[in-house]
């Protein structure tokens, strides 16, 4: 917040195990400025969490309990155990009113775009921000209000535009501008998935905007030979030139 000021909102995650320290966290973001929180599912819902929905809305109903920010619901893919049920969703929605969006990571398409259609025409519509980086252009073509992803500390302004372009339905520069994005999307999610961070923080580095790219055991820094496909990547989308590319297009 010190660095962020009143520039824009800030949105602080809130990623606890326990009910009771989420609800710690919550009032900590909101005595330090936070304008919103993103509520991560607790790992004890990956042994059978998807079975109990009470779990979900008793989570959220203490962080909401404990701030009037409002809350974004962080989907996982049902294949890895804390993803919500549709049905639980919409008793979570019902149950807990500050609740306004959904950050789906739901990794199935079909299942995406039953989201944006049926929670975006809820009689309390709830925003379904797609975080399908690898897959952006279809996710956002399917209608979702919004874009919350990891890579967008790398390429913002490249993100917002194919929003734009698809909201506008623009077909061809939406195109244009995903062809742009494509060659850093294939090195950032490759596997192994979980060294996505890492290879946007090697990313920065290169690019000039950040010092250094540490990263927290276990994870392990980036092989010489990766860091050198993120440069290259970088090059191909002409990363550094985007908005003056953007412009022209």
Known sequence: MDEVGDRCPVINGVYADGSQEA???????????ASCLLVFPPNTMSMGGQLRPEMAITHFSEIANATDLPLICFQYPMSTGLGYPFETLLKLFD??????????????????????????SLPNPI????????WLMASLSMGANGLLSGAGSVIVDLQISL??????????????????IFPLTQVFYSAPFLDMHNRMKEALVI?????????????CKLSKYE?????NALKAADIGHELEIIEKI
């Open 95 to 120: 149950s807990v009113p500050s609740v306004k969006a959904l950050k789906d990571w739901s990794n199935d398409p079909m299942l995406h775009e039953r989201h944006i259609k049926t929670f975006q």
């Open 23 to 33: 609800a710690r966290i919550a009032k900590m973001a909101e005595a330090g400025g």
């Open 227 to 231: 860091i050198k496909k993120i440069e």
């Open 207 to 219: 690019l000039g905007r950040t010092n250094k790219a540490y990263v927290r055991p276990p994870l």
């Open 163 to 180: 929003f734009q372009a698809i909201k506008n339905k623009k077909l061809e520069l939406a195109q244009t501008i995903n062809d742009q």
């Open 127 to 134: 925003n379904v921000l797609t975080t399908h980086s690898s």
